[in-house]
């Protein structure tokens, strides 16, 4: 079975390495996008997808497009491909590229689909205090998650759980689900099932306001759920004199004795806890903070660095 990834996501290397354990799957090619300039050095960084091709001598290549791309097109046309697997590649992909694989394009999401169409499923999961999400294999045409549903898996959402954490649920399932939805394809035995439009819901693009903190409007659970669900990436923030302070880690906390307590204020309960009291009568405990432009540091040692902190009142 011959395969290539269109593939960029950073969560790719376990999952990647799984498939390849798989005697029956060749995997001649991965297509990423390019490199790109990261942090404020601008210094250019390999995706994550192409480290894991040349561990495994496999070729990559890295168009900025497939218009027009005829190099790019015969390359694909040549390898004789069963499948194309696309996985959070982050580019729209033509028709005439789709219709080269003898069995078409599959893809990859993470929800049961039409829930949650298009770009952040995990976050927008979490933030509903879902209890479980899904990883849904489907065939793949021009339009973003709207073809037909291959195979869907159940994963649970835990209290706790972060979007780490389902990544790495998704992990462990990842690779056999894949390989024997292809191995059903290729038998004839897999029935597939079309979307119901009339109940998708969507899920935007990430953006910065989305995971700023505001006491002021969101409950504690709101609040905690940004946390989860953009935990370790963007992360949450507000605002400390005129600062970004990253919240890093907190949890929620049920909390009846807050007569005497200003809300949206930082208090410090005893010599280990410093905690925000939020409007539903539950409190926010900061464990690990990280002011604009200094480093990570635990709650504690943050306070004695800045004394000022305790008392503040955010908005």
Request: glycine content about 2%; proline content about 3%.
């Amino acid at each position: 079975m011959k395969i290539a990834f269109f593939w960029t996501w950073e969560f790719s290397k376990n999952i990647l390495n799984g498939i390849l354990k798989y005697k029956e799957i060749e995997v001649p090619l991965i297509i990423s996008q390019p490199d790109r300039p990261v942090w404020r050095k601008k210094i250019i960084q390999e995706t994550p997808v192409k480290k894991i091709a040349k561990e495994n001598s496999i070729e990559i290549q890295q168009p900025d497009s497939f218009k027009n791309n005829e190099d790019i097109k015969n390359l694909l046309i040549s390898l004789n491909l069963d499948f194309i697997i696309v996985v959070a590649y982050g580019k729209i992909i033509p028709k005439d590229i789709l219709d080269i694989p003898k069995y078409g394009c599959i893809n990859i999401h993470w929800s049961i689909l039409p829930k949650y169409r298009w770009a952040s499923p995990i976050q927008e999961s979490i933030k509903n205090w879902d209890k479980e999400t899904w990883l849904t294999i489907m065939y793949m045409n021009e339009k973003m998650d709207e073809w037909d549903i291959l195979k869907i898996e159940k994963i649970n959402i835990d209290k706790e759980d972060k979007t780490i954490n389902i990544f790495e649920k998704f992990e462990k399932i990842w690779p056999k689900l894949l390989v024997d939805t292809l191995k059903w394809i290729l038998s004839w035995e897999i029935k597939w099932q079309k979307q119901n439009d009339r109940k998708a819901t969507y899920c935007q693009k990430i953006i910065k306001t989305d995971w700023l903190v505001s006491f002021s409007k969101e409950t504690s659970d709101e609040i905690y759920n940004k946390f989860r669900a953009y935990n370790s990436w963007p992360e949450i923030y507000s605002f400390y004199n005129d600062k970004k302070i990253i919240f890093k880690d907190c949890e929620i906390l049920e909390e009846n004795n807050l007569e005497n307590i200003n809300i949206w204020q930082v208090v410090k309960l005893n010599k280990k806890t410093i905690w925000v009291a939020c409007s539903d009568k539950k409190i926010l405990i900061l464990k690990q903070v990280k002011l604009e432009g200094k480093k990570t540091m635990d709650i504690l040692s943050f306070v004695n660095w800045n004394k000022e902190f305790l008392n503040y009142k955010f908005k």
